[in-house]
Every structure is written in structure tokens, then in C-alpha cells.
């Protein structure tokens, strides 16, 4: 079956990579020119109105990344970046985001010096931020390095907050938000997994999975559990095989019947950028991208080559675009949404960087972030070596892909 991917629309892309693994031709770099976010690792990614939202983050050598950043997943004709212009925003980063309806959710963080226990809702379609006020005595304390996730059972919306750093050492505690009258509660739960940090949660059905993230000892975790959010009761989750070595820093969604892992650290400066499937249905784990190598397939020459030579209509197509999008009815699902009235004809170009570059896998990461949307993986940003990226990556998901064991050479 053919992943979905409107290749018609990408007729102009020049830059091909050999095909080293069964899953790099899956994958694409999106590259597009005029203003994106920073680069950046530890920031918070949710989707918005067919939008992937990037918040915060930090930089090892520039510090804190502000700004909330916008790109639009389900216009392929004009693949751009844009910053919502919100006052009062403070930047942060290793916080928490979810999103409900046109509001966004941010829960404690750091500034690089101290934790935060601040509760933000961004009103996004007016630009608006509120820092929600609650009282003790279920409040939670400063936290960093932690989850969230947004749980609705058809009576209530909830986010759950699970693990991080509390006052310097890592915690098991699980707290949920009330969306509807934001009170926390600091919820009763059986003995369960042991604390950690920057570990990953993902939601299916009625239960809240976590894998994976780094001890008090600094030891990465491999172990699995589930959280039955009816009774908010334990249990680990013992697959049928072997399950992935221990890591922080990675990404997870769900897609269907199954949990996709991407990236993180496995030990000190031993970033991967390797995937692992769990099929909640078979109780399994496969390993379908192993751990490899990627190399750029532009040259910085050819990088700035290109910049020149399409420098004067690169400022003429984001006026274009950027006048368009910062209409406010074109945030209305009910509204066509804009496309630019000029065309790009590359075709006589050597190269291209605006556009996207198939059987482009990312590099070795972790810090990053991962979104779905309809059958397509998006991940952004993340570091190596400390060494931030700023880039953008659509991964297309089949299920017999995601359940193929990678072929392994000895």
C-alpha cells in the first residue's frame, strides 16, 4: 500500500539519497527557506488545526528559545514557518504542552536557573496567554523533564502529569489537571515505576503508557508500564520479546494499534536515531530503522549558491505568503486555506533547498519532538553532542512497515 504523500506536488525536488535502509525511502526532510524556528532541543510540540506547534526549547550555547512557531501540515503547496506574535509568553524549556480546542496547556518547565509549578493557557486563535492560579494542597511542586498528556473520557478533559525533576531528584508522582475548573489533584496510586526523567507517555484508549527516560542514578531505563486511568492502578507491561534497550530523550506517538519510538540517548553522548514499534494489540516490540550514519547531500557551496541565486524571489514569495496567513479568517476550519498566487519553477536548478528531500532520514538525536497527523510522523529539532538541530522531518506510516524487523548484518 502506498503511504499518502501527494508526490505530484514535489516534482520539482532535485536532491535524491541512496536507499541504505527498508525504511529511508519513508522518509522526507522538509526544507523550507524564509524565517523557522531556532535551533533547539527540550521544547514542547503539539498539533493545532492541521498545524504542528513548536514552544520554548533551549540552545546549549544561546540559551533559552522563545516563541510559539507554526507550520502548516496539510499545505503542500507552501511549506513555510510562522511565529505567532503573543505577548507575555515567557520562554521556557523541558516543560510540558498539550492542546484541547484552540487553547494550549503549558505546565512547569525551567529557565536554565529554577523549576516552575506555573500553570499557561494560550488562547491561540487570539493571541492571548493566562497564567491559571490554583491552591494548595494538591498543587504541584516546580517540575522539569516531565510529561503530559491530555485524557478525555467523554465526561471530563484532564491532563496528566507523570515523573520529571522535583527539587533536584526525580519523581513517580502522577498529578491531573481538571480542564474545566483547573484543579489538580494529586492522584492515589498503587507502587509503580521507579522515578525518572525525560522519559516518554503516550495515551491509548484508557490507559497512559511510559517508556523509557533516565533514573536518579542516571541510569536509562528500558522498562514499560501502564497506567489504568479508571482505577489509576500500575502494572508493568512484560512484552513477548525482548524489549528496547534503555533511553531518554525519545519521542513517541501512536499511530492505530501501535506505539512508534524514534531517537534519544542511549548513554552519555550516544544519541540514536533508531525505531522501535509496540503493537498493543500482540504485546510485542520490532525494531524496523536501525541505528545508522546520515550524511548531508548538499555541500555548503552548493547551499549558498542557491541562496543567492534565488534571493529576490524568495523575498517576493514570502510577502505573498506571509500576507496571506496573517489573515485571521484563515485560521477558520471552515476556510479554504491560502495559497500563494505564484508558482516556483525550479526545474533548471542543480539543486534544491526549499522543498523536500526524499529518503532523508534524521541524524542521531535526542531532546526532540514527534507529532502525527492523519498517516505521516513529523519530527523537529533535538540535539547531538549538544549541538542543536532546527530541522524538519515527515516520516510516512504504514502498518507493515512498522512491524518489518529491521534486517540486521552480521
Keep these: 500500500m502506498e503511504p499518502k504523500r501527494h508526490r505530484d506536488q514535489f516534482s520539482f525536488l ?29 521544547h514542547s510540540a503539539c498539533v493545532w488545526r492541521d498545524r504542528m506547534l513548536i514552544y520554548g526549547g533551549q540552545n546549549i550555547q544561546d540559551g533559552l ?9 496539510d499545505n ?63 498543587f504541584p511542586p516546580p517540575h522539569d ?19 520529571g525533576f522535583v527539587e533536584e531528584t526525580r519523581t513517580n508522582k502522577v498529578y491531573t489537571l481538571d480542564l474545566s475548573n483547573f484543579k489538580w489533584k494529586l492522584e492515589d496510586t498503587n507502587n509503580g515505576p521507579e522515578p525518572r526523567s525525560n522519559h516518554a507517555a503516550v495515551l491509548y484508549h484508557n490507559d497512559l503508557y511510559i517508556y523509557g527516560g ?19 492502578i500500575w502494572e508493568i507491561v512484560v512484552p513477548k520479546q525482548r524489549i528496547p534497550a534503555g ?36 504485546n510485542d516490540w520490532t525494531l524496523f530503522q536501525n541505528d545508522h550514519q546520515v550524511k548531508d547531500p548538499v555541500s555548503a557551496a552548493q547551499l549558498e549558491e542557491y541562496k543567492q541565486a534565488h534571493k529576490c524571489h524568495l523575498m517576493s514569495r514570502r510577502h505573498t505568503v506571509n500576507s496571506n496567513l496573517n489573515k485571521k479568517e484563515s485560521f477558520s ?29 534524521p541524524h542521531q538525536r535526542d531532546g526532540h519532538s514527534a507529532v502525527v497527523h492523519e498517516d505521516v510522523m513529523y519530527i523537529f529539532g533535538g540535539d547531538r553532542h549538544q ?21 540486521i548484518d552480521n
Design 145 to 163: 523533564s516531565h510529561t503530559a498528556t491530555l485524557y478525555e473520557n467523554g465526561i471530563s478533559s484532564s491532563m496528566i502529569v507523570f515523573g
Design 333 to 361: 476550519p471552515l476556510t479554504p486555506k491560502p495559497r500563494a498566487n505564484t508558482e516556483m519553477d525550479v526545474r533548471t536548478i542543480n539543486i534544491s533547498l526549499e522543498g523536500r528531500v526524499q529518503g532523508r532520514a
Design 65 to 73: 528559545q522563545s516563541g510559539l512557531w507554526a507550520f502548516d501540515l
Design 14 to 42: 532535485k536532491i535524491n539519497t541512496k536507499l541504505q535502509k527498508n525504511t529511508e525511502h519513508l522518509w522526507e526532510e522538509i526544507r523550507s527557506l524564509g524565517i523557522h524556528p531556532s535551533r533547539r532541543s527540550y
Design 247 to 282: 533511553r531518554s530523550g525519545h519521542s513517541a506517538i501512536v499511530y492505530k494499534d501501535v506505539m512508534v519510538i524514534f531517537g534519544g540517548m542511549k548513554d552519555e553522548t550516544q544519541e540514536t536515531n533508531e525505531m522501535y514499534s509496540y503493537g498493543f494489540l500482540t
Design 76 to 138: 503542500k503547496n507552501i511549506e513555510i514557518w510562522e511565529e505567532f506574535e503573543i505577548p507575555g509568553l515567557v520562554p521556557l524549556c523541558r516543560h510540558s504542552a498539550i492542546v484541547k480546542g484552540d487553547f494550549m496547556y503549558i505546565f512547569g518547565g525551567t529557565n536554565g536557573e529554577k523549576a516552575f509549578n506555573d500553570t499557561w493557557v494560550i488562547d491561540i486563535l487570539n493571541r492571548r496567554v493566562e497564567k491559571i492560579t490554583s491552591n494548595p494542597p494538591d
Design 387 to 407: 549541538m542543536p538541530f532546527s530541522d524538519l522531518y515527515a516520516y510516512f506510516l504504514i502498518e507493515e512497515e512498522l512491524k518489518t524487523p529491521v534486517k
Design 214 to 232: 533516565s533514573s536518579n542514578e542516571g541510569e536509562k531505563l528500558s522498562d514499560f508500564w501502564r497506567l489504568k486511568l479508571d482505577t489509576f
